[in-house]
């Protein structure tokens, strides 16, 4: 099986400064010091942290993954990443379509930091999906012909919640019916839903199937399954692969912090729940792999 990594968060230094701006009680560099707050390795350089993921990949069998940078601003982080592992890293960015220097974020980072997705986050950043600085982001996706990330439904940031900062999203923003209005004006742009949908199965399946250009990824535990009584992970890829087959599937793990590293048990997991359902190899190599080429071609 060849492994492509739809899903993981780059948790760089420049990450935890930003976080640590945030807090009143933070004696010293942010970047050692909140790591070790919540027992976690401090990530050093952006090299450095490039090449832990990259040999973390390589005990994994895992050929290439995106890096997110999960912060807006810290999209050198993992330029930087791309730079130093052209071959396995791609490159995505949270993006604040209300950042009033938008356009020229937009640019740099598609252009020549050779980033490949940008990352939206409706519920967090207050932006509606059909809004203007919306449909910007996804114009610049589609000129430089790159991905967009739409995060929907429940949004719990575990850093965030770990460290003791506010969450307070509007949940109301991230519908993926929303997704599926802007994703049809942009038929070109491969537009990325992640976790199902986050508790939107419905949602999600049904902008999916009214816009071809939408993928699901399957990435992280998928524990917004509690809030639908009786439902099982077996059940949600069954009724995704009904609903829009194997080629519109991507794999993801969510995996972010050391010394965790890949989260390769969701992997096995997902892998059997395939199996079990009877798809076929090549159906499971485009969800594990194939699919990961035709949204990140190079």
Not at 2 to 11: K, L, N, R, T
Not at 256 to 270: C, M, V
Request: a negative charge; proline letters at 6%.
């Amino acid at each position: 099986m060849v492994i492509h990594d739809a899903h993981c968060h780059f948790f760089s230094s420049n990450l935890f400064r930003t976080l640590g701006s945030a807090l009143n009680d933070v004696s010293g560099d942010a970047a050692e010091v909140l790591p070790a707050r919540i027992e976690w390795e401090a990530p050093g350089s952006d090299d450095a942290l490039a090449d832990r993921w990259v040999a973390e990949w390589d005990r994994h069998h895992v050929e290439r993954g995106v890096l997110i940078a999960s912060v807006p601003g810290d999209e050198a982080s993992v330029a930087a990443a791309v730079r130093r592992h052209p071959s396995r890293v791609v490159g995505a960015f949270m993006v604040n379509p209300a950042a009033p220097d938008l356009e020229q974020r937009l640019e740099t980072a598609f252009g020549p930091m050779g980033l490949r997705m940008a990352c939206l986050f409706p519920a967090m950043h207050g932006v509606p999906m059909d809004h203007a600085r919306v449909a910007r982001v996804f114009a610049s996706a589609e000129a430089h012909q790159r991905a967009v990330f739409v995060h929907c439904g429940l949004l719990s940031l575990g850093v965030r919640k770990k460290l003791g900062l506010p969450s307070r999203f509007d949940l109301r923003l991230g519908d993926p019916l929303a997704v599926a209005a802007v994703a049809s004006r942009h038929p070109g742009v491969p537009v990325v839903i992640p976790h199902f949908g986050a508790g939107l199965l419905r949602e999600a399946l049904m902008a999916a199937a009214s816009a071809p250009n939408i993928y699901l990824d399957t990435s992280s535990s998928n524990s917004w399954i509690r809030f639908h009584p009786g439902l099982t992970l077996r059940a949600v890829f069954a009724a995704a692969l009904d609903s829009v087959g194997p080629s519109r599937i991507l794999f993801g793990t969510d995996s972010s912090f050391f010394p965790r590293g890949w989260h390769a048990a969701i992997y096995e997991s997902q892998l059997a729940l395939l199996e079990d359902l009877g798809v076929a190899s090549n159906d499971r190599q485009r969800v594990f792999g194939g699919n990961f080429s035709q949204v990140f071609m190079s």
